[in-house]
């Protein structure tokens, strides 16, 4: 197909709210390692990964040997019978999550099923139902995880769940109670004891937070948050159900997953994305009793699926080979220095935020009133595009820019990344001052 075909078919057969990025779309052909090659030949930097997915670089060496093999050997068989790939992987699993003691997996497709399998289980295992969630949090696209999601763009119809509640998030930059860190004492923390108190019946099933608001915008909250959280939840019955779609294996730097820079022992962690470096997979793993209360038999088609779950092991085996969570720290370092040297520079850059690999820019108009630049950060993206370089957009209003490159880039990725993103500004401003 061409191009013009491509877009064209996109258009005409997809439901319309598959959207795109950029005013036209960008057809991507091919791929390998930290770039990918559009369908005019053109080659791009990618530091968003499609979104937060490649940790290991596109069309990874090692990890599709494997996945060759895997396929010319065992494609399918679901869960109702045993594989060897899934089995290593949820071994595998078990060792490396926080203090060892979340050792039971289940596994999906995705992060939205993942999140769907966590709240059964701390329901099972509570026999409560009430959820606490976060306000602009992103969860996934099902009835229940739009429900769990705190983002009115990202709740689509008229279908909502009874029985979740949110609480503020711990979002520095624009505080809920507009209070400058560390004033107060992390006041947003003790919101999840007063919605508690005032909106559930005081027994709650569980608490779901991504260590780092993905879609949110990188949203980082400050490091006493969290151990304050956890007290709360486990004062009132509940589950910690951390959401690792975005924050895990290695990502925020030195440590599998994001839950671990602040301390917290989660009971059950989900994951998807980077796990798989793009090939579908989404992981529920819990304590062994909460796992063990969901009672009966469920099925999954494609859950432990030999080629998700060889692709899965490979990639976990490649981060650890090539200590990737280290470089993620260090060259994460690095890019959030060469960031904040640019919000020096831009006075559309509000805020740098993120851990490791994981970092983000909020756009605003002046940074006294901090309102939200959005057409400026359409501007930047166009003209990155321009420029040859993806990232990502996100946060409440679409105002933020995020950056979330494979876990294997080095400094020189950055630097060029960098002097692109720079120029990108420069240019997006002068657009827009002509348009
Ligand atoms: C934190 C988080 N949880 C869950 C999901 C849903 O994952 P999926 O799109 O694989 O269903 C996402 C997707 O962006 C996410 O960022």
Not at 62 to 74: C, G, M, P, S, T
Not at 196 to 221: H, L, M, Y
Not at 379 to 389: L, S
Request: glycine share 10%.
């Amino acid at each position: 197909m061409t191009k013009e075909e491509i877009i064209l078919a996109n258009r005409d057969h997809l439901f319309p709210a598959v959207f795109h990025y950029y005013k036209e779309p960008l057809v991507i052909l091919r791929a390998k390692d930290q770039y990918v090659w559009d369908a005019d030949g053109n080659q791009y930097l990618d530091f968003f990964g499609g979104i937060v997915t490649i940790s290991v670089g596109h069309c990874n060496e090692q990890v599709n040997q494997k996945l060759h093999a895997q396929i010319d050997r065992l494609q399918h068989v679901s869960t109702v019978f045993a594989n060897e790939p899934q089995a290593a992987l949820a071994k595998r699993l078990a060792q490396i999550t926080p203090g060892q003691k979340l050792t039971k997996s289940f596994f999906t497709s995705s992060g939205t099923e993942a999140n769907e399998t966590a709240i059964l289980a701390a329901r099972c295992y509570t026999g409560s139902t009430e959820i606490v969630a976060l306000r602009h949090a992103y969860h996934g696209r099902s009835s229940l995880a739009m429900s769990l999601t705190a983002q009115s763009s990202w709740k689509l119809g008229p279908v909502t769940q009874a029985g979740i509640v949110h609480a503020v998030n711990a979002y520095c930059y624009r505080c809920p109670y507009g209070l400058t860190y560390p004033s107060w004492s992390v006041r947003c923390a003790h919101d999840v004891e007063e919605v508690i108190r005032t909106t559930t019946s005081g027994r709650i099933a569980g608490f779901i937070a991504e260590p780092i608001q993905g879609v949110g915008g990188f949203i980082t909250p400050p490091k006493e948050y969290f151990p304050i959280v956890a007290e709360i939840v486990k004062k009132y019955g509940g589950i910690f159900i951390s959401d690792e779609v975005q924050t895990g294996w290695g990502r925020t730097g030195g440590k599998w997953f994001g839950i671990e820079q602040w301390g917290v022992q989660p009971d059950i962690i989900t994951s998807a994305k980077g796990l798989g470096n793009g090939t579908p997979i989404g992981l529920t793993i819990a304590r062994p009793e909460i796992a063990d209360a969901v009672k009966g038999a469920t099925i999954s088609t494609f859950g432990g699926n030999p080629i998700a779950a060889t692709a899965a092991k490979a990639v976990l085996d490649f981060i650890e080979e090539h200590h990737l969570s280290i470089n993620a720290a260090e060259v994460g370092a690095y890019l959030r220095d060469k960031l904040t040297e640019l919000q020096a520079k831009h006075a559309l850059i509000g805020d740098v935020r993120g851990m490791g690999l994981l970092q983000a820019i909020e756009l605003v108009e002046d940074r006294e009133s901090k309102k939200p630049a959005i057409t400026q950060a359409l501007a930047v993206m166009e003209a990155a595009r321009e420029n040859r370089i993806l990232l990502g957009k996100g946060g409440l209003y679409g105002n933020v820019l995020r950056i979330s490159p494979p876990l294997n880039v080095g400094k020189a990725d950055v630097d060029e990344f960098v002097r692109q993103l720079d120029a990108s500004f420069i240019k997006a401003q002068a657009a827009l001052a002509v348009a």
